[in-house]
Nanobody, 124 residues
Framework: QVQLVESGGGLVQAGGSLRLSCAVS????????MGWFRQAPGKEREFVAARSWRGVSTYYADSVKGRFTISRDNAKNTVYLQMNSLKPEDTAVYYC?????????????????WGQGTQVTVSS
């Protein structure tokens, strides 16, 4: 079973940057895609970005395209979400997820393993 631990959240002013980390451990043989999702209070969990676990394919939600970048450090078995030009509407709990699905899959239901989440708050 895969285990995921997120870190790097915090409070930042609008226009600022944060980098979230997702440490991946355990059996990753069936993992095909790593994704980032977010959930704001009173809203459904929504897709942010995804990356092929073994390849280089990436996919982004339109709302973050050009501002966020998902990447992987193979040596550290860590997936990152670099967030630039942050906006107050980016405020949410951010979750890392692993799934045996395609990189363009945006439904949380098709991801199998989730981290505990990390809070990102963007002040105006």
């Amino acid at each position: 079973q895969v285990q995921l631990v997120e870190s790097g959240g915090g409070l930042v002013q609008a226009g600022g940057s944060l980098r979230l980390s997702c440490a991946v451990s355990g059996r990753t043989s069936s993992t095909i895609t790593m994704g980032w999702f977010r959930q704001a209070p009173g809203k459904e969990r929504e897709f942010v970005a995804a990356r092929s676990w073994r390849g280089v394919s990436t996919y982004y939600a339109d709302s973050v395209k050009g501002r966020f970048t998902i990447s992987r450090d193979n040596a550290k078995n860590t997936v990152y979400l670099q967030m630039n030009s942050l906006k107050p509407e980016d405020t949410a709990v951010y979750y890392c997820a692993a799934g045996s699905t395609v990189v363009t899959e945006t439904s949380p239901a098709l991801y199998d393993v989730w981290g505990q989440g990390t809070q990102v708050t963007v002040s105006s």
